[in-house]
T-cell receptor, first 114, second 111 residues
Framework: GAGVSQSPSNKVTEKGKDVELRCDPI?????LYWYRQSLGQGLEFLIY????????KSGLPSDRFSAERTGGSVSTLTIQRTQQEDSAVYLC????????????FGPGTRLLVL | SQQGEEDPQALSIQEGENATMNCSYK?????LQWYRQNSGRGLVHLIL?????REKHSGRLRVTLDTSKKSSSLLITASRAADTASYFC???????????FGAGTRLFVKA
């Protein structure tokens, strides 16, 4: 079946603009995760959605970052007033139920803030 | 700081040799997973080992877990040029809600 998809693949924006990144998880997966990866670095956890529970937002780096998950499926990560340090690859993953399951990753969105 | 930390940061070997990567973590875990990443894009799950397991095999991969030392190792036997990638360990700790990834080991296998 279809894997996790993300759009856009690449995004170039100007400093100060808002951007929206989209993630379509695998159908039936109740858990969804967003990570950020700077060049040559490891993954930085951003936010975790599990079913109808309140999301774990503990990894969001500032109040410019927000995410929502509508209908328990598609998720959007929004970055307001982008800064150059926001440039990174944003990875989305989903798993069947919880963090104890294998996570399936999307191809990522490469964001460049000029 | 990251829960999982891999070492070495980078490893270069000849095709056919074995590659060993290590991961250390700080708090009690439910399970530990190893992932592979090519070209800075999405990660691919390799193997999951639960906290009550000590060793697991999958093809040319062998993973060990020592909960007393809070460490794990990933061994790739008979490496191939196609194994060139970054390898990450990920842990979800007891009572936690998120998976923590280390900074990864960059493996380069020379043909």
């Amino acid at each position: 079946g279809a894997g996790v998809s993300q759009s856009p693949s690449n995004k170039v924006t100007e400093k100060g603009k808002d951007v929206e990144l989209r993630c379509d998880p695998i159908s039936g997966h109740t858990a969804l995760y967003w990570y950020r990866q700077s060049l040559g670095q490891g993954l930085e956890f951003l936010i975790y959605f599990q079913g109808n529970s309140a999301p774990d937002k503990s990894g969001l780096p500032s109040d410019r970052f927000s995410a929502e998950r509508t209908g328990g499926s598609v998720s959007t990560l929004t970055i307001q007033r982008t800064q150059q340090e926001d440039s990174a690859v944003y990875l989305c993953a989903s798993s069947l139920s919880s963090v104890q399951e294998t996570q399936y990753f999307g191809p990522g969105t490469r964001l460049l803030v000029l | 700081s990251q829960q999982g930390e891999e070492d070495p940061q980078a490893l270069s070997i000849q095709e056919g040799e074995n590659a060993t990567m290590n991961c250390s973590y700080k708090t009690s875990i439910n399970n530990l997973q190893w992932y592979r990443q090519n070209s800075g894009r999405g990660l691919v799950h390799l193997i999951l080992i639960r906290s009550n397991e000590r060793e697991k095999h999958s093809g040319r991969l062998r993973v060990t877990l020592d909960t007393s030392k809070k460490s794990s190792s990933l061994l790739i036997t008979a490496s191939r040029a196609a194994d060139t990638a970054s390898y990450f360990c990920a842990t979800d700790h007891t009572g936690g809600f998120k998976t923590i990834f280390g900074a990864g080991t960059r493996l380069f296998v020379k043909a």
